[in-house]
């Protein structure tokens, strides 16, 4: 309970109700807060962070160059532009379409440009508004639930189950190979699902996905398909929800080029709305994204969107390509530790994430344990929701050199 001081002023003006649904803190900053506690206790230990999904490798000089050289036309009478199209530059645009969509039929202008799929999810719940209900993976990223409580799309919190009411919960284990049984998911306006995901590290199979994309047409929901991670899948998982039959239908698709180029400060990313999608009386969903990044965004940094231009040059998406193959190396480095030392490990084939399961454990508990005896920050998988209880992600974003000392410090503690 909030307490203030007797004699603070307080105005008229009503908290929003839904602000105090939010359980405790957002997930990073708790975190944050814990592993400042930490250095506090231990000013000597060298901590070690493969907790927040945060990049570390410097960004790839190709990519830094587009946007010095757009810094510099800047100051200049001839290179200087002030704000840009909501929707991002066309150029931007044209090159994320051909990139990404080249051959699904996603056109420049389904395409808008953001300051990253975070933001982009948020666009989209208030678009969507307070009168949906929405269904999303359980374990998963916790922007797509709080956004929902936020904005009034839930019950109150459950305590007993730790879950909020009005979501559909869509629990993904290792028992249903992190794919929910979509025979027994409720029918809901909107489903958002994550492949691969954050933070199991899985990446859903063609077949599991035109599955999804049925089970979206069948039910008349709208499927908010989250492909952030997908530059690090290494199989033949499809890359974009468009490259399922139908998906124009029901799909909208966010992204970002934060963990593709390890520009995680630079905040730049999409969203692909295609014009198939409709609502039911018919109206152009695109239509109404378009008003609401209209009303509520500017235009991302024209200096970062020179940096995505570059990213998608021949040259950056070798130099992306060769960054995430360094976070992929990581990632496997982390998975045969964890392997060597009998616990059952998850993801990081293709994502940048290892999930390590510790049966009959409390993730905080197996978080603090980590963090008292090794220094080593990581994540509680219960903070991605009550399936991830027993859980701990692993973050593959470090440098090499502390990525090995991390490794070598879990096999002392659990030898």
């Not at 990073?28 to 000597?44: D, G, V």
């Not at 990139?99 to 933001?119: C, H, N, P, Q, R």
């Not at 508004?129 to 999303?136: E, L, P």
């Not at 599991?208 to 997908?230: E, M």
Request: with cysteine; glycine share 8%; net charge negative.
């Amino acid at each position: 309970m909030f307490t203030v001081c007797c004699e603070a002023h307080m105005t008229k003006v009503s908290r929003n109700a839904n602000m105090d649904k939010l359980q405790a803190g957002y997930l990073f900053p708790e975190i944050a807060r814990r592993r400042s506690a930490h250095m506090l206790k231990y000013p000597e230990a060298q901590v070690i962070s493969l907790g927040i999904g945060d990049t570390t490798e410097p960004i790839p000089e190709v990519i830094t160059s587009g946007m010095a050289k757009k810094a510099h036309a800047l100051s200049t009478l001839e290179g200087y532009s002030g704000y840009g199209a909501e929707q991002g530059e066309k150029q931007l645009r044209a090159a994320i379409a051909s990139t990404y969509y080249g051959d699904l039929s996603i056109e420049e202008s389904d395409i808008f440009v953001s300051d990253g799929a975070k933001s982009d999810i948020s666009r989209l719940q208030v678009m969507f508004g307070s009168n949906v209900t929405m269904a999303v993976q359980e374990p998963s990223y916790p922007a797509y639930v709080d956004s929902s409580v936020i904005l009034g799309q839930t019950g109150q919190f459950q305590k007993d189950v730790e879950k909020y009411g009005n979501i559909e919960y869509m629990k993904c284990n290792p028992e249903n190979g992190f794919f929910p049984d979509l025979s027994t998911v409720s029918r809901t306006d909107i489903i958002f699902f994550c492949s691969p995901n954050n933070p199991t590290g899985n990446a859903a199979t063609r077949e599991q996905l035109t599955r999804l994309v049925q089970f979206a047409k069948d039910n008349g929901s709208i499927l908010v398909y989250d492909s952030a991670y997908a530059m690090y899948i290494s199989d033949d998982s499809p890359r974009s929800i468009f490259e399922i039959p139908g998906a124009k239908e029901v799909a909208i698709e966010v992204s970002s080029f934060s963990k593709y180029a390890g520009s995680t400060g630079l905040a730049l990313g999409w969203t692909a709305v295609p014009k198939e999608l409709l609502y039911s009386d018919g109206f152009p969903v695109a239509k109404d994204f378009n008003r609401i990044v209209c009303t509520t965004f500017n235009v991302a940094s024209n200096i970062s969107q020179a940096g995505g231009l570059a990213c998608l040059s021949p040259e950056g998406l070798e130099a992306m390509h060769k960054v995430v193959g360094v976070y992929k190396e990581n990632a496997n480095i982390i998975m045969e530790a964890f392997t060597s030392l009998g616990f059952s490990v998850y993801g990081g084939k293709n994502a940048p994430y290892v999930w390590v399961h510790f049966p009959g454990q409390s993730s905080w508990d197996v978080f603090s344990e980590i963090l008292e005896k090794t220094h080593v920050v990581t994540t509680p998988g219960s903070g991605f929701g009550p399936a991830g209880d027993g859980f701990i992600r692993v973050s593959a974003f470090g440098h090499r050199g502390t990525v090995l000392e991390a490794c070598k410090r879990f096999k002392q503690l659990y030898k």
